[in-house]
């Protein structure tokens, strides 16, 4: 886990290229913010059996991951092999 005086919520993998899980308390809020409206999606969008409008739901609410996520997470320059 890194150090708490990093403002970043999301760090860069060590492997790979990407984001890893988050490390400050506003990185895990995002994400469960995010569970539960899928599952609220799947709830909601189940008893009305609209396919289309759920792959569109959650399409829409992973981009909006995304850019918290880009926004507020450290940015992968390059993949990466470990810590060197």
Do not use: C, H
């Amino acid at each position: 886990m890194q150090d708490e005086n990093t403002s970043f919520w999301f760090p860069a993998k060590t492997y790979g290229f990407g984001w890893g899980l988050p490390v400050r308390w506003q990185g895990w809020l995002v994400l469960l913010v995010y569970a539960v409206l899928v599952s609220l999606g799947i709830v909601y969008l189940r008893a009305r059996r609209d396919v289309v409008a759920f792959l569109l739901y959650v399409v829409g609410i992973t981009m909006l991951l995304i850019v918290v996520i880009v926004a507020k997470g450290e940015r992968p320059v390059a993949w990466r092999w470990g810590k060197k």
